[in-house]
């Protein structure tokens, strides 16, 4: 099978607990992904907002894991992000560094407040500073990431950011949880043609992840969202049900969703195509 993956920690994990990316202790590994017939995996980098130093870090850990994923099965196509505005600092034009460096995406905030906005845990907006980054991302085209985002910044966010994803988050409406989104939320990402990544975390999805993965995108295609569902698991960067907690589970989760009646042809849109879709024909970085 063919996965495309839009949010995973495993370049911070294999920095903080010098592990290696072929084999490893880790959620995701190249040995467990050599499996698949095709991978593309956004590898984010975490900064929380309070990092020290936060620049320096993204380029240790995001040096240290170019290294380590060369050592890779060949159906993996890599691909990079930022997980924290934070990185920036007070200096917008770093921006063009995480471009060179091959970043897609970048999450303008963890669970707090930082320059940008404020996240999830916070009740802070969208900044000024935020908002000409999101303008820098957008001329750079660069996706700006909207997942951990409180809903205060989130409408600040979306309304100026053209190239606008959700890398991992799960609907409200099933999971109420601040880190969630509402429908109003999920269909402006879908008028602008944007990616919402269903998050493997049992938290966000309110249960059983075999069960929730299938309730939450029939609630996506309800709302009209076919098109614009797809993955981002959160490996390495939450702790998952033991149904869900490896690379090498993810087959088991497309059997399981077709077993209760998605069809083949929306399980490849949601395990492939659409962020494929979305990366090749809006972001031009394959």
């Not at 996965?3 to 084999?23: A, G, I, N, S």
């Not at 979306?158 to 099933?174: F, G, N, V």
């Not at 949880?177 to 919402?196: A, M």
């Not at 309730?215 to 049900?241: K, N, Q, T, Y």
Request: charged share 25%; with cysteine.
């Amino acid at each position: 099978m063919k996965y495309f993956d839009l949010h995973c920690d495993t370049p911070y994990e294999c920095y903080e607990k010098r592990q290696d990316f072929w084999q490893n202790r880790l959620a995701v590994s190249g040995r467990q992904g050599a499996a698949f017939t095709a991978w593309r995996q956004v590898f984010a980098v975490w900064i929380r907002d309070d990092a020290p130093q936060p620049f320096a870090l993204y380029q240790n850990v995001l040096r240290d894991f170019k290294e380590k994923v060369k050592a890779r099965p060949p159906v993996l196509t890599p691909l990079f992000a930022v997980e924290g505005g934070a990185v920036l600092e007070t200096d917008i034009d770093r921006l063009y560094q995480l471009k060179a460096d091959g970043v897609c995406a970048l999450t303008l905030t963890w669970n707090g407040q930082n320059r940008l906005a404020g996240g999830a845990q916070t009740d802070a907006g969208l900044t000024d500073f935020g908002r000409q980054v999101i303008h820098k991302l957008n001329e750079l085209i660069i996706a700006c990431d909207l997942s951990h985002l409180n809903e205060k910044s989130f409408f600040g966010a979306i309304e100026a950011a053209e190239y606008p994803i959700a890398t991992h988050s799960c609907c409200r409406a099933l999971c109420d949880h601040p880190r969630n989104l509402t429908d109003e939320q999920l269909r402006l990402i879908g008028e602008k043609k944007g990616l919402i990544g269903l998050c493997f975390y049992p938290v966000f999805l309110g249960g059983d992840p075999l069960d929730m993965m299938y309730r939450h995108v029939v609630h996506l295609c309800e709302l009209g969202l076919e098109d614009r569902i797809a993955l981002g698991s959160d490996f390495d960067g939450a702790d998952m049900h033991e149904s869900l907690n490896k690379l090498e589970k993810v087959p088991a989760l497309y059997r399981a969703l077709s077993e209760k009646g998605l069809s083949e042809k929306l399980l490849k849109k949601v395990f492939w195509q659409n962020a494929k879709n979305y990366f090749d024909k809006r972001l031009f970085v394959i």
